[in-house]
């Protein structure tokens, strides 16, 4: 009977849910989670966002490409440009379209640039225009990168104090029971746990916007080959 009755009573000193523990973790640990919660928080937000621009971006794109291969000249395209004012190709096209535009004014001025200059001022524009455009994607995605690769050290840290703490209670009351013990093996674990609730979501955005990204570039650099073909049949004529 006294053995069921202490049982009992070890049972409701050790009953601790995530909450209580939390509550009475000690304010380094109470710091360390209140970080990683804001850090997950503004990770969700970036993911959101980032997934919402690259939808937009990836159907502009498509629309564009339809439009530039139906288009009768480079003229009518650039004039449509406003419709698609979230295509990356839409602002590449643009930096290309106005370097090709200087190219020609210039050789009418002059008369004697050469095919190859004005080939390595276009091939330059493009590669500018396209460097722009994916750092303008890669924008807060360092974010991501950093809270993948930081979170569990954060959450390790609170582990740590958490389990110092433990030993500190066990210290100064001379006892290395459960109900002693187990405040702060719990805010230790759930250091852990939200370390890692951060990190693991924050990585997988990260390599899936990543993925994402290098697949636009890829349709660029296509897209920019395309433009410099067309462009040297109708636009540098071998002397």
Do not use: C
């Not at 930081?150 to 029971?177: E, H, N, R, Y």
Request: aromatic share 10%; net charge neutral.
């Amino acid at each position: 009977m006294n053995y069921a009755y202490a049982e009992s009573t070890l049972k409701s000193q050790v009953s601790i849910s995530a909450w209580d523990a939390i509550a009475h973790a000690s304010p380094i640990v109470q710091l360390t989670l209140l970080i990683l919660i804001l850090m997950s928080v503004i990770s969700w937000a970036i993911a959101v966002s980032k997934h919402k621009q690259m939808n937009i971006t990836t159907s502009d794109d498509e629309k564009f490409e339809t439009m530039f291969w139906k288009a009768n000249s480079l003229d009518d395209i650039y004039n449509s440009l406003d419709d698609f004012k979230n295509s990356t190709k839409s602002k590449v096209f643009k930096l290309a379209y106005l370097e090709l535009r200087k190219l020609a004014d210039l050789e009418d001025n002059e008369n004697n640039i050469s095919s190859l200059k004005g080939i390595d001022n276009l091939e330059r524009a493009l590669r500018k225009a396209i460097d722009s455009e994916l750092a303008k994607l890669e924008g807060r995605l360092s974010f991501l990168a950093t809270t993948g690769s930081t979170g569990p050290f954060i959450g390790l840290f609170g582990t740590v104090w958490g389990i110092m703490g433990a030993f500190q209670k066990i210290g100064s009351t001379g006892m290395a029971s459960l109900a002693v013990v187990a405040p702060g093996i719990s805010e230790a674990l759930i250091a852990t746990a939200i370390g890692l609730a951060t990190a693991i979501p924050a990585t997988i955005f990260y390599n899936h916007f990543l993925t994402r990204i290098r697949i636009i570039e890829l349709d660029l650099n296509n897209f920019s080959a395309d433009f410099l073909n067309i462009a040297k049949r109708n636009f540098f004529k071998e002397s």
